[in-house]
């Protein structure tokens, strides 16, 4: 039982140094606003990720024995039901950041391939940006013409 959790912590923390050392390297970059604001439910899936990755390590924590306040019930559980929670709340935290990170971990989890997956993001979405302006420019019939000096309706 007791290494069947560390089967369970391992890919969760992998996926947590993963997420610190993106958003490291996004806040280094000095773009973390622009990024939320292009998009703000990247950081808020990954609050939730991490989240489920520490349920993961509190229920681990619980079936090693350890007296931790026990939130949403009363008595202990079996230890099958420590088991069954820590791998569910894995399975949760596994799934959220390929749901969410689509390929932000392709380059790998050293920090260098964070960087290059920090930079890949964030011009994703200024070339989607600028699509859509596009998109909307030549929806309302405003053009600009790369010739003349003034901008015609």
Request: glycine share 8%; proline share 3%; with cysteine.
């Amino acid at each position: 039982m007791n290494a069947f959790f560390v089967f369970t912590l391992v890919p969760v923390t992998l996926i947590s140094v993963g997420l610190y050392r993106f958003w490291s390297c996004v806040h280094q970059l000095g773009q973390s606003k622009e990024l939320m604001r292009f998009a703000p439910h990247m950081m808020a899936l990954d609050g939730v990720t991490i989240f489920a990755a520490l349920t993961t390590l509190y229920f681990a924590a619980l079936g090693w024995g350890f007296t931790l306040p026990l939130f949403f019930h009363d008595e202990p559980l079996a230890d099958w039901g420590y088991v069954l929670m820590a791998t569910a709340c894995c399975l949760t935290c596994m799934g959220l950041s390929w749901q969410n990170a689509g390929r932000r971990f392709e380059a790998g989890p050293s920090w260098g391939g964070m960087r290059e997956s920090a930079v890949r993001t964030l011009v994703a979405f200024r070339i989607l940006d600028a699509v859509e302006v596009s998109r909307a420019m030549k929806t309302s019939g405003f053009v600009i013409d790369s010739n003349a000096l003034e901008v015609r309706k």
